[in-house]
């Protein structure tokens, strides 16, 4: 044993270290002196004991110092894990017998642990999210239907996102329209310029760019507000009242974002072809009816109604995501505004791979 304890405290760098001895431990006057002959004694209070004799298989005696204090515990081998190596923590080592300094390993977790963890988390939040939505679809077809709190969803969501829409959607017309009546020139086809920017502003930017408009305004409200709601309580306390929270809540979000969508895709291809043709006619002359009359020649429904009514997908996505980051919130203040966050960044990504499977779902449906 005094060749144990001449190991245990030859080295200031095993201060805070713990230390495998099996069967015994150190009073407080023997960490005084450790090296001092004579008989020792325990102090009570000082020490953790341990069992006297050697540990049961499968089991390891650990002993580490603190300030004056010798800690002692008897674990399972298997349950030896390594902490962070500083001064504050003791490190776990396994083995049978004091390991050297330079013999003290730490081991780092394996790529293939991080990426197993991770994708086993990402297969756990979407198997959440389906059985969110699955609640909100079955609250939503149940009665009561929450009428009142739909109406005050759809103003919020529409008449609230209308300005930043149509501002939004008026900047991407004017600057459609100086990049294509350069490229149209460059090529001789200036003729095609109102053709040009009526395609390009309602099929491809108009609805992509009013989902994510929508999607970094709304979803941070809805992600925000529920998740304040969640942290305080107050989803509690509805549920309690005997209301379904998912429709109260949930449904009636996600249903608003569905139907205004459209709408407001409709607000920002008008503002774009508008600010579009006054750029234009900044430039040349050229009067707004024979702008929209060669600009929708030959064209017909299907040219726009899919693109339109796609965004009714997009609203879909981003009350679904908002309302379920924000309803399954936890952490206080903090987690409220990690929601908030999630809840832009999620619905964003969703909506830009969204338009990805519909572009090509249009394509072939509507050829």
């Not at 999620?346 to 791979?353: E, M």
Request: proline residues 7%.
């Amino acid at each position: 044993m005094r060749k144990d304890l001449d190991y245990a405290f030859e080295s200031r760098a095993a201060w805070n270290r713990p230390v495998f001895r099996p069967g015994f431990h150190l009073s407080t006057e023997e960490q005084s002196n450790p090296t001092e002959p004579g008989p020792k004694k325990e102090i009570p209070g000082e020490i953790v004991p341990v069992p006297e004799g050697p540990p049961a298989v499968g089991k390891e005696c650990i002993q580490w110092r603190v300030g004056r204090r010798v800690l002692s515990r008897f674990v399972d081998t298997a349950s030896i894990r390594t902490k962070q190596l500083n001064d504050r923590e003791p490190i776990v080592v396994a083995g049978n017998h004091p390991p050297f300094a330079e013999q003290r390993t730490v081991s780092i977790p394996s790529a293939l642990d991080y990426v197993g963890r991770t994708t086993n988390e990402f297969f756990v939040w979407f198997g959440d999210l389906g059985i969110f939505a699955w609640k909100v679809l079955r609250a939503a077809l149940t009665p009561p239907y929450e009428w009142r709190e739909l109406i005050r969803q759809l103003d919020e969501v529409g008449s609230m996102s209308l300005p930043l829409v149509a501002a939004a959607g008026a900047a991407i017309g004017v600057v459609i329209s100086m990049e294509a009546r350069y490229s149209l020139s460059r090529f001789g086809a200036k003729s095609m310029f109102p053709t040009t920017l009526v395609y390009s502003v309602i099929q491809v930017m108009g609805p992509i760019m009013t989902g994510l408009i929508v999607s970094g305004r709304v979803g941070a409200g809805i992600g925000a507000e529920l998740a304040s709601m969640k942290v305080t309580e107050q989803i509690d306390a509805i549920e309690a009242s005997a209301i379904n929270p998912y429709r109260l809540l949930a449904a009636t979000r996600i249903l608003a974002c569905i139907l205004m969508l459209p709408l407001l895709t409709l607000a920002a291809d008008a503002s774009g072809l508008l600010m579009g043709w006054f750029a234009q006619a900044l430039v040349e002359p050229l009067s707004f009816h024979q702008f929209i009359a060669s600009g929708f020649k030959g064209a017909t429904f299907n040219d726009f109604l899919p693109p339109t009514f796609k965004t009714a997908v997009y609203g879909l996505i981003i009350g679904l995501i908002a309302c379920f980051q924000g309803m399954r919130t936890r952490g206080g203040a903090e987690g409220v505004g990690r929601a908030a966050t999630n809840s832009v960044v999620l619905a964003s990504l969703f909506v830009i791979l969204a338009d990805v499977v519909l572009v090509k779902f249009i394509l072939v449906v509507f050829p």
